[in-house]
Every structure is written in C-alpha cells, then in structure tokens.
C-alpha cells in the first residue's frame, strides 16, 4: 500500500468552485464601478465578455442547485442592465432560464432574441462576417449563424416538451432547418439537424392529436415520421431516433414496423426504460400478455431504480418516473391475465416507489454558493481558515456535507414553509355525489400511501419554497405530475376494487384520488363508473357531466354519454357526440366507433354502419394494455 505524503497538496473540488465563484464576484463588482448604460453605438463588450465566461465556468463546475441557476439569472439580468438589446446576453439568458424552468420568462426572451438575429442576417455585411473570431463578435455584440440556430432548436423544444405549443415549434424547427442549409454547410451540424428533425416530428405528431379535421391527420403522422426518419439518417447510431419513430409508428397502430424500431432502439441503448416499456404496449396490443409482462421483468431489471438493488441515488428523477411507469403498466398486466384481486398485491409497493420517485431532488434546495452577498458574508472567515478555501457548508449546495445527525440538518429551517395545493371550487366533492359518499367515515389509507399523500398534500417536497420566491414552471410541471401519479394509482385501485364488487372501498378510493388532485376528470369518471355498477344511472350520469366539465374532449366520457343516448332511442344527439368524439381526441377509441356503428345501423345506413363496425374492429385488435401516450414520455431528456 503506497503511504500519501500528508504534505502533498490535495485537489478540494468545493474549495475549486467557491475560488471560481469569489472571482466571478468580484469581476462583477469591479467592472461595474466604471461601467456605464452604452451611448449611441457603444458597445459594452466587457461585460458580454464576463457574462460568457461565467456561463462557461458554470458548465465546467456544474449545474449547482435552484438556487445556484437563479443567481445565475440575476447576473445575467443585471449585465442586461449594462447593455442595450444585447443577442449575445439574450442568448445566454434564455439558457439560463430554460435550465432553471422559469419557462414564461425564457419565452419572452427567445422571442426578442429571434427579433434580434432576423434583422441580424437582414443586415449581414462584410464587416458580420463568419470569419470573425469569438472575440470579435463579442466585441461587436453579434451571433454566429451557429448560435441562433442553436437557440432555435432549443426553442422548439420549448415550446413543445414544455408549452404544448406545437404551432410555435414547428416554427421554430423549420427555420432552424432552413438556416442549416443556407449558412451552416461548413459546419458541424450533425446534433443540430437532428434535434432539429426531431423537433420537427413531434411538433407534427402533436397538432394530429390537436387536430380536429381527421383528413388532416393522416398527412401530419406521415410528415411526423418523415421527420424521425430524416433524424435516424442524420444520426443512425443514436437511440432516440429510432425511439420517437416507434412511439409514432405506434400511435398510427403499425405495430409490427413501431416493434422493429423500439428494437432497434434497445439494442443501441439496452437500458433505456420508456424503449422497454414502448416494447410491452405493442406486445399487449397484441394480446400477448404473458410475453409482454415478461418482457417487463426483463426491462425493470435493467432500471437502476429496481428496489432491491439501489436506492435510486445514482439514477436520475424523470428515470424514476419513468421506472414508476413501466411499474404501474406492470400491474395492469397482472390484473389482465390473472384478475383484479392480482393487482392490488403491488399496490403497497407502488405507493412507496412513488414516495421515493417524488422524493425532493439533492440539489432542489438550499443558498447559492455564487449569490454575491453570501461571498461577501464569507470572505473574511475563509480567508482565516488558511490556504484551502473550503468556505461554510450550504444546505443543498456543491458544499453541502452530510453531518453525523443525519440528513435533518440538509435541509435547514428556511426550507420549511410549504405550499399547499389549493383545493378547487369548480364542484362539490365526490362524498357530496350520490346518497352513500356522505356516509362513509373511514379511509382507505395503507401506511404508503398514506405518506404519498402526505408527501404531495401537506408538505409536499415538490412545494418547498422559500416564502420570497414564486415556482419555477419546471418544479410546478414535476407537482402537477406528482399529483396525477398518485391519483392513477388511487384510481388503478379504485377499478380493482369496483370490478371485485368491493363497492365501499372503490369509493374511498376515488375519496382520496380527488384530495390528490382535485382538477383530474378521471376521478369523476371513475365515480361515475361506480355508481353505474351499483344500477344508479342518474348519479352516474352527473358525475359524468362533472368529468366533461373538467375535460370537454374526455374520450371515454363523451362515449358512455353517446351510448346513453343510443338506448335511449335519440340517435341524433348520439350520432352528433360520437361523431365528433371519433373526429377529434377520440379517433383511436374502439368503443366510440363501435356505437357510432350501431348509431348508423340504428338509423338504415349499414354501409356507413358496416365502415364504422369494422374500424372498432380493427383498433380493438391493436389496442394496447395502457394507451401509448398516457404512459410514455413524448420527448426524451
């Protein structure tokens, strides 16, 4: 064993980063004490300068916690301040935001980012010239063609993973693509273009979901795979690619072509759960189900969120959400071939893995390491402490260390105000429907999910907030999907219960998926069910409407209303809900086109009754245990 020279010195990345940050400080202070707002044709290029250094810096240390991208921004704000309509601080603001969530803000700085690079290239002269050295831009405070290409394909994935927006997306994408091929052929472009093509695809298989026009949609799915094929060409070897064309080959129900792609997708990235988990849905809409749950054992295992094995500390959050995913279709497995007493067995399990998925991130919470003030409060005591600049423990941030007491002590107090979710006054709750919810006293609470619900309501890890600052868009999409994943699995239960004429306990259930999540329409569908098992039609009827409210395109809703009618002998108002349904959201419900079928077979129109028949048929015949896009994520990180 070789002995350490105790006087060799030793590399302390923490006291690496607090160096960095005390120079980034003190670079700010000292420049803007002789810096002024720029005069006409002035350029500020010192402080562009020091911005872009301090952005790459951050790169090379690491993202840091929420509080480390917050400063970031208010640097970044405050260079703003000492330059006039800046790309170059655009650019690296919007960056910024995007990486710390603060999605409305990043909107509004994309666009006038994009104002700013149009007339850029509108005004492209000699003097702008690709040539030009990075320095030199900075000093004339202008984009490369590379860079606002950049920002575009960042942009559309914006608008598209976490604004819906597939309009402004595509947009995005497209001229992204057009600035490649006009100014970008000398370049390395290889990981642009097929962001840029994914973007794209997404973006169209997005507005064939919105769309309401069903000729329309064939079109928007074969330009949706066009654009994934266009990806896979650029970069064959890239799992992604190949990923995002099997979840659309899917949606067109092509599930022999989807099953080669996600495949393919697996044997480049074998551990890639949304690819495992894409694979057990095709298998189950092939009825396969034995071989499906097998292939989800297969695919669990190669998670590094498998319970008995770690943890999950080494493995990322959306990977634990995706895990917790493939969990639940797991379940839905069981109950399909071996019943749904069989199904509430994992229930326990899953309440705890979704405890731990939700779980509040290492880095989510704590001081800023880079905040200017907490360096100044610093300075003097480091400086005593000798040489090594260790600097003072920061609860969450790079110099968080664990001590002897235990992870309490991470935390610190500051972080112990909450949010609680506000519970919404668009109707009366659930015990308030039907005569037997207002009876019902006890809970149906096992000790994990009652610390799920705990965890997401009262003092949810997610609404840990500092009493001065407003959630990032980012932290509150992780809260809303939280929410909804808790409220699945009261739901899952809620069904398992209903089906076993376990009337009383489906209905607690359903009691505590609203309290989850209050908005989600799925619990007044599943209340609505309930009370239709128990012959209530009215009741159910209500809670129906009640579901419609919350979500007027709610696909299986709007079916069970159409079908109400069809017994009830108004084929109109049948045929007008059905139809539309099957225009809209509702194109791949088996059900509604069944009784849109039995609407026009009503009605003396059996070519079109025949039609409508044979195309439930066949969507029956493909469809997949849990529907494609409610289990899997859309776009990959």
Same mark, same amino acid.
């Given at each position: 064993?070789?002995?350490?020279?105790?006087?060799?010195?030793?590399?302390?990345?923490?006291?690496?980063?607090?160096?960095?940050?005390?120079?980034?400080?003190?670079?700010?202070?000292?420049?803007?004490?002789?810096?002024?707002?720029?005069?006409?044709?002035?350029?500020?290029?010192?402080?562009?300068?020091?911005? !872009?250094?301090?952005?790459?810096?951050?790169?090379?240390? *690491?993202?840091?916690?929420?509080?480390?991208?917050?400063?970031?921004?208010?640097?970044?704000?405050?260079?703003?301040?000492?330059?006039?309509?800046?790309?170059?601080?655009?650019?690296?603001?919007?960056?910024?935001?995007?990486?710390?969530?603060?999605?409305? !803000?990043?909107?509004?700085?994309?666009?006038?980012?994009?104002?700013?690079?149009?007339?850029?290239?509108?005004?492209?002269?000699?003097?702008?010239?690709?040539?030009?050295?990075?320095?030199?831009?900075?000093?004339?405070?202008?984009?490369?063609?590379?860079?606002?290409?950049?920002?575009?394909?960042? *942009?559309?994935?914006?608008?598209?993973?976490?604004?819906?927006?597939?309009?402004?997306?595509?947009?995005?994408?497209?001229?992204?693509?057009?600035?490649?091929?006009?100014?970008?052929?000398?370049?390395?472009?290889?990981?642009?273009?097929?962001?840029?093509?994914?973007?794209? *695809?997404?973006?169209?298989?997005?507005?064939?979901?919105?769309?309401?026009?069903?000729?329309?949609?064939?079109?928007?799915?074969?330009?949706?795979?066009?654009?994934?094929?266009?990806?896979?060409?650029?970069?064959?070897?890239?799992?992604?690619?190949?990923?995002?064309?099997?979840?659309?080959?899917?949606?067109?129900?092509?599930?022999?072509?989807?099953?080669?792609?996600?495949?393919?997708?697996?044997?480049?990235?074998?551990?890639?759960?949304?690819?495992?988990?894409?694979?057990?849905?095709?298998?189950?809409?092939? %009825?396969?189900?034995?071989?499906?749950?097998?292939?989800?054992?297969?695919?669990?295992?190669?998670?590094?969120?498998?319970?008995?094995?770690?943890?999950?500390?080494?493995?990322?959050?959306?990977?634990?959400?995706?895990?917790?995913?493939?969990?639940?279709?797991?379940?839905?497995?069981?109950?399909?071939?071996?019943?749904?007493?069989?199904?509430?067995?994992?229930?326990?399990?899953?309440?705890?893995?979704?405890? %731990?998925?939700?779980?509040?991130?290492?880095?989510?919470?704590?001081?800023?390491?880079?905040?200017?003030?907490?360096?100044?409060?610093?300075?003097?005591?480091?400086?005593?402490?000798?040489?090594?600049?260790?600097?003072?423990?920061?609860?969450?941030?790079?110099?968080?260390?664990?001590?002897?007491?235990?992870?309490?002590?991470?935390?610190?107090?500051?972080?112990?105000? +909450?949010?609680?979710?506000?519970?919404?006054?668009?109707?009366?709750?659930?015990?308030?429907?039907?005569?037997? *919810?207002? %009876?019902?006293?006890?809970?149906?609470?096992?000790?994990?999910?009652?610390?799920?619900?705990?965890?997401?309501?009262?003092?949810?890890?997610?609404?840990?907030?500092?009493?001065?600052?407003?959630? +990032?868009? %980012?932290?509150?999409?992780?809260?809303?999907?939280?929410?909804?994943?808790?409220?699945?699995?009261?739901?899952?239960?809620?069904?398992?219960?209903?089906?076993?004429?376990?009337?009383?306990?489906?209905?607690?259930?359903?009691?505590?998926?609203?309290?989850?999540?209050?908005?989600?329409?799925?619990?007044?569908?599943?209340?609505?069910?309930?009370?239709?098992?128990?012959?209530?039609?009215?009741?159910?009827?209500?809670?129906?409407?009640?579901?419609?409210?919350?979500?007027?395109?709610?696909?299986?809703? #709007?079916?069970?209303?159409?079908?109400?009618?069809?017994?009830?002998?108004?084929?109109?108002?049948?045929?007008?809900?059905?139809?539309?349904?099957?225009?809209?959201?509702?194109?791949?419900?088996?059900?509604?086109?069944?009784?849109?079928?039995?609407?026009?077979?009503?009605?003396?129109?059996?070519?079109?009754?025949?039609?409508?028949?044979?195309?439930? #048929?066949?969507?029956?015949?493909?469809?997949?245990?849990?529907?494609?896009?409610?289990?899997?994520?859309?776009?990959?990180?």
């Amino acid at each position: 064993m070789r002995c350490r020279n105790s006087d060799q010195p030793q590399f302390h990345p923490a006291a690496l980063s607090l160096e960095i940050a005390q120079v980034h400080a003190y670079w700010e202070d000292a420049l803007y004490a002789v810096t002024s707002f720029p005069k006409a044709d002035e350029k500020n290029w010192r402080v562009i300068v020091m911005i !872009e250094q301090i952005v790459e810096d951050r790169k090379l240390i *690491g993202p840091g916690n929420d509080a480390d991208k917050r400063v970031l921004v208010e640097s970044i704000y405050r260079a703003s301040q000492k330059t006039f309509q800046s790309p170059r601080i655009l650019r690296c603001l919007f960056f910024a935001l995007v990486e710390m969530g603060q999605f409305d !803000e990043a909107v509004l700085a994309l666009k006038a980012y994009l104002d700013l690079a149009e007339i850029n290239l509108k005004v492209k002269s000699a003097v702008v010239d690709e040539a030009l050295t990075d320095e030199q831009r900075a000093r004339l405070d202008v984009e490369s063609d590379f860079d606002i290409t950049r920002v575009m394909v960042e *942009g559309s994935r914006l608008y598209c993973k976490e604004l819906g927006q597939p309009a402004e997306a595509l947009s995005c994408a497209e001229r992204a693509l057009v600035n490649i091929q006009q100014y970008l052929q000398q370049e390395d472009t290889q990981e642009l273009l097929f962001n840029a093509y994914i973007n794209q *695809g997404v973006a169209h298989a997005l507005t064939a979901e919105q769309v309401h026009e069903p000729e329309k949609r064939p079109s928007l799915y074969a330009m949706a795979v066009e654009s994934f094929e266009k990806a896979i060409e650029v970069s064959p070897l890239v799992f992604d690619g190949h990923y995002h064309l099997a979840l659309q080959l899917a949606e067109m129900r092509e599930i022999s072509k989807a099953i080669a792609s996600v495949k393919q997708s697996l044997s480049l990235n074998s551990s890639h759960i949304p690819s495992w988990h894409l694979l057990v849905l095709l298998l189950s809409s092939q %009825k396969d189900y034995e071989r499906a749950l097998n292939v989800c054992s297969i695919g669990l295992k190669e998670s590094e969120w498998d319970l008995a094995e770690t943890d999950g500390s080494s493995a990322s959050q959306l990977d634990g959400e995706d895990y917790l995913a493939l969990r639940i279709t797991q379940a839905a497995l069981h109950c399909q071939i071996r019943g749904p007493e069989s199904s509430l067995e994992p229930q326990e399990a899953l309440f705890v893995l979704y405890t %731990k998925v939700f779980a509040p991130e290492p880095g989510s919470v704590g001081e800023s390491l880079y905040d200017i003030q907490n360096i100044r409060r610093r300075d003097q005591s480091d400086i005593e402490q000798g040489p090594v600049v260790v600097g003072r423990p920061r609860a969450g941030s790079i110099m968080s260390v664990r001590s002897k007491s235990g992870a309490s002590e991470i935390i610190g107090a500051n972080n112990a105000s +909450t949010l609680d979710i506000p519970k919404a006054n668009y109707a009366s709750s659930v015990t308030s429907v039907g005569s037997s *919810g207002s %009876k019902m006293k006890g809970k149906l609470t096992p000790p994990a999910a009652a610390a799920a619900a705990n965890a997401t309501l009262n003092r949810s890890p997610l609404n840990t907030l500092s009493t001065i600052q407003r959630p +990032t868009g %980012k932290s509150a999409m992780r809260t809303v999907r939280a929410n909804k994943t808790l409220a699945t699995l009261w739901l899952m239960s809620a069904s398992a219960f209903r089906r076993l004429d376990r009337m009383d306990e489906a209905l607690k259930a359903i009691e505590e998926a609203e309290q989850v999540d209050v908005s989600n329409p799925d619990v007044w569908y599943q209340l609505g069910l309930l009370y239709a098992a128990q012959d209530d039609q009215e009741t159910a009827s209500v809670s129906y409407s009640k579901a419609l409210a919350l979500a007027p395109y709610h696909t299986a809703c #709007l079916t069970i209303v159409g079908r109400s009618y069809l017994e009830a002998g108004s084929l109109e108002m049948a045929e007008s809900i059905l139809e539309s349904t099957t225009k809209s959201q509702g194109w791949s419900s088996a059900e509604a086109w069944f009784y849109l079928g039995k609407v026009f077979e009503a009605s003396d129109r059996l070519k079109r009754a025949k039609e409508c028949l044979w195309y439930a #048929l066949n969507l029956e015949q493909s469809r997949p245990i849990r529907e494609f896009t409610d289990a899997l994520p859309r776009y990959l990180v």
